[in-house]
């Protein structure tokens, strides 16, 4: 077994600049350019919406430093390389297996990864998006083939097929210790943001689901010469809507189960079912045919949900 060759730090920076994190991998510091790959593209995408036009001077100062720490990850590379033989420097079972664990972090995503976006590459083009489809299908088999190699990598020097160089295997490991790290301070620091998100998205989609019901009442009354229809049952349609919008989506955590179903109510007061809410009431006008959430809860705004 021959050692391993020598990184040029410049085309490690190069690459870098054209694709975040591959001059990490060309380097051999796989989860380091993975989790640099991850924070850029994110960086991208979050600096211009909570930091403006400021955002965007950011960016290229991201992919600077990027580049920049995968210039010092290829000497680093270079430095640990042995003077000798590969298999004069062996390493040790137990650094072998924390270095192959390590890389399953990053490596079995990977693959699952590249296999879902195939999935949905094959969809959309059942679904005759063949461009989207086409577009799709080039990064998740680059993704696929990055990851494939990198097992067989893995596996390779697993069983001693190649070089298992010790300062390698030290610095990958280090590498995952401190990603992970990294990374649970960021999830710690984004996790309530990011619960608010999803609250507010599955607010909206139930405000949204709200609006729909009553688009569907206000259908049957100009169909029916301005009668309500006696339930919000009446609205299914077996072809299109087997069933009623559904409440408290998965993307909401709200204080009532998911559920599709409604009652009849006799005023706006609310009994806090959780279900969708239909007054029935031809002596008051004004309140006959009214859709509502049966929800005394409040919402982000701090709004009863019997108040929509």
Same mark, same amino acid.
Request: with cysteine.
């Given at each position: 077994?021959?050692?391993?060759?020598?990184?040029?730090?410049?085309?490690?920076?190069?690459?870098?600049?054209?694709?975040?994190?591959?001059?990490? $991998?060309?380097?051999?510091?796989?989860?380091?350019?993975?989790?640099?790959?991850?924070?850029?593209?994110?960086?991208? =995408? #979050?600096?211009?919406?909570?930091?403006?036009?400021?955002?965007?001077?950011?960016? +290229?100062?991201?992919?600077?430093?990027?580049?920049?720490?995968?210039?010092?990850?290829?000497?680093?590379?270079?430095?640990?390389?042995?003077?000798?033989?590969?298999?004069?420097?062996?390493?040790?079972?137990?650094?072998?297996?924390?270095?192959?664990?390590?890389?399953?972090?990053?490596?079995?995503?990977?693959?699952?990864?590249?296999?879902?976006?195939?999935?949905?590459?094959?969809?959309?083009?059942?679904?005759?998006?063949?461009?989207?489809?086409?577009?799709?299908?080039?990064?998740?088999?680059?993704?696929?083939?990055?990851?494939? =190699?990198?097992?067989?990598?893995?596996?390779?020097?697993?069983?001693?097929?190649?070089?298992?160089?010790?300062?390698?295997?030290?610095? /990958?490991?280090?590498? #995952?210790?401190?990603?992970?790290?990294?990374?649970?301070?960021?999830?710690?620091?984004?996790?309530?943001? =990011?619960?608010?998100?999803?609250?507010?998205?599955? /607010?909206?989609?139930?405000?949204?689901?709200?609006?729909?019901?009553?688009?569907?009442?206000?259908?049957?009354?100009?169909?029916?010469?301005?009668?309500?229809?006696? #339930?919000? /049952?009446?609205?299914?349609? +077996?072809?299109?809507?087997?069933?009623?919008?559904?409440?408290?989506?998965?993307?909401? @955590?709200?204080?009532?189960?998911? @559920?599709? /179903?409604?009652?009849?109510?006799?005023?706006? @007061?609310?009994?806090?079912?959780?279900?969708?809410?239909?007054?029935?009431?031809?002596?008051? +006008?004004?309140?006959?045919?009214?859709? $509502?959430?049966?929800?005394?809860?409040?919402?982000?705004?701090?709004?009863?949900?019997?108040?929509?």
């Amino acid at each position: 077994m021959s050692a391993p060759s020598p990184k040029s730090p410049l085309v490690a920076a190069l690459i870098t600049l054209v694709l975040p994190g591959f001059g990490h $991998f060309y380097a051999g510091a796989w989860l380091r350019g993975l989790g640099v790959m991850i924070f850029l593209y994110i960086g991208f =995408f #979050a600096a211009p919406v909570f930091l403006g036009s400021f955002g965007l001077l950011l960016a +290229p100062v991201l992919s600077a430093l990027a580049a920049w720490d995968a210039w010092r990850m290829a000497e680093h590379a270079n430095s640990l390389a042995p003077a000798g033989p590969a298999e004069d420097i062996p390493a040790s079972a137990g650094l072998l297996y924390a270095w192959a664990a390590a890389r399953s972090l990053w490596v079995a995503p990977l693959l699952l990864f590249g296999l879902t976006s195939l999935v949905g590459a094959a969809l959309t083009l059942r679904h005759g998006g063949v461009l989207i489809a086409l577009l799709s299908t080039l990064p998740a088999l680059g993704i696929l083939a990055l990851g494939w =190699f990198a097992a067989r990598d893995t596996w390779r020097v697993l069983r001693r097929e190649r070089p298992a160089v010790p300062g390698y295997l030290r610095a /990958e490991v280090n590498a #995952a210790l401190a990603v992970g790290v990294i990374g649970a301070l960021c999830l710690a620091i984004a996790w309530p943001r =990011f619960r608010d998100l999803l609250r507010y998205s599955g /607010e909206g989609a139930m405000k949204g689901n709200l609006a729909d019901l009553r688009q569907r009442v206000s259908a049957y009354r100009s169909a029916h010469e301005g009668a309500a229809p006696p #339930a919000l /049952e009446t609205l299914i349609d +077996p072809k299109t809507s087997p069933r009623l919008p559904t409440l408290w989506s998965n993307s909401y @955590t709200g204080a009532h189960p998911k @559920t599709t /179903e409604a009652i009849v109510a006799a005023d706006r @007061t609310g009994a806090d079912t959780g279900k969708w809410a239909y007054i029935v009431s031809p002596s008051t +006008p004004e309140l006959h045919g009214t859709v $509502f959430i049966d929800c005394t809860h409040t919402d982000n705004r701090g709004s009863a949900w019997t108040s929509y």
